[in-house]
């Protein structure tokens, strides 16, 4: 009931696994409301509703947690970097190469795109890399526009294994460089290069949940009382708060995804049985639905236009269906596209793939 309480690390976080769910959701009906403004009542410049995108903040911060509570698993390895990138490979990279290559094809079937200039040669192989490159309106987005934010991840991950190179500590070694990254963000002027891109406010969440895997592993984590106070304060702020100037509007959305991930750590021990089943699998799926959902939202935007569906009715539709369309579709590419190809990538290199349904097992998941 205290405000600090000692607790050990466990191995399985269901809170934070159904937090993955709800994140996917943020990010599925902010996209389904951008989807009604452009593609069905042809307004792309009215009112957004920016606070979804907040799902994207949440799951930098589970990112940070998951990478930083691993740790204990790759104890005693030998190559500890070595087997955490093929791990991440594994987990990650399969499924968005996969993405990224059915919507080159998608692109290539339609008329108009210009597949043969240099700029989008190189726009194709950096999104296939990882690497930040501009589309031809001069916005940082790779072949499939969600893929910025693994740009980020990835990013984060090669950070990681340097530490776990140089046996150093990698909340130690991940501290000032992030921060270092965060700051060069901030007071950024002009024109940089693409790549320059990673030096952003935003690469601080990834700090944020190392440093609450750090709570955890001190034992100083907050009582449930103070944990549900800052995951229902922090996902309040994170729904009602106003789209700040960049960058520092980075920091206000990163500070409250901190507080909805630390409260949700915070209260599993209370509520970590009692979440439905349901929910759980959706949080399995969360990557899946991630990648999956802009080709879906396309299709439910022809239906609804096929269907003559106008005004408020639309919005409802667009929001419904989305969801419900893209969790669904979410959880089919997960059980059978994106299982088969860890299992696949993971034997051919070695790696230790365990795949699991249900709860969060420490290291298993990114989004």
């Known amino acids: 009931m205290g405000v600090i309480t000692e607790r050990a690390p466990r191995k399985n976080y269901v809170c934070v696994q159904a937090l993955r769910a709800v994140a996917a959701g943020l990010v599925v009906t902010h996209h389904s409301i951008s989807l009604w403004l452009e593609a069905i009542i042809h307004r792309p410049d009215q009112w957004r509703w920016i606070n979804g995108a907040a799902g994207v903040d949440i799951f930098f911060v589970i990112s940070g947690f998951v990478m930083a509570i691993s740790l204990p698993g790759l104890a005693g390895r030998e190559n500890k970097a070595g087997v955490f ?6 987990r990650v990279v399969p499924l968005y190469w996969a993405a990224t290559t059915l919507m080159l094809a998608q692109m290539w079937a ?3 795109v210009a597949m043969e200039t240099l700029a989008m040669r190189w726009r194709v192989l950096a999104s296939y890399l990882f690497i930040p490159a501009q589309d031809g309106n001069g916005r940082l987005f790779p072949i499939v526009t969600v893929g910025w934010t693994l740009n980020f991840e990835v990013f ?3 950070l990681f294994a340097a530490a776990l190179a140089l046996d150093v500590a990698p909340v130690a070694f991940l501290t000032p460089c992030l921060t270092g990254l965060a700051m060069a963000g901030l007071l950024k002027t002009g024109p940089w290069p693409d790549v320059a891109s990673l030096a952003s406010p935003v690469v601080i969440e990834f700090l944020y949940g190392m440093l609450i895997a750090e709570l955890v592993t001190r034992r100083r984590m907050p009582g449930r009382l103070l944990g549900g106070g800052l995951l229902g ?5 994170l729904m009602t708060m106003r789209d700040w100037p960049a960058p520092w509007g980075s920091l206000a959305w990163g500070l409250s995804a901190g507080a909805v991930v630390l409260g949700a750590v915070a209260i599993e021990e209370t509520v970590g049985r009692r979440l439905p089943r349901w929910l759980l699998a959706a949080g399995d799926a969360s990557y899946a639905t991630y990648l999956s959902h802009t080709f879906i939202l396309c299709i439910v935007a022809v239906l609804l236009n096929a269907l003559h569906v106008t005004g408020t009715a639309a919005l409802a539709g667009a929001i419904a269906l989305g969801l419900a369309v893209s969790f669904g579709t979410g959880w089919l590419v997960h059980r059978y596209i994106e299982l088969p190809l860890m299992g696949l990538f993971g ?3 070695g790696a230790a793939v365990v795949v699991v349904q249900g709860p969060l097992v420490a290291g298993g998941g990114v989004l």
């Open 233 to 237: 304060g922090g996902f309040a702020a």
């Open 156 to 158: 984060f991950y090669l």
């Open 347 to 349: 034997r051919k290199r």
């Open 85 to 90: 990138l093929t791990r991440r490979f594994a």
């Open 110 to 112: 339609q008329k108009g």
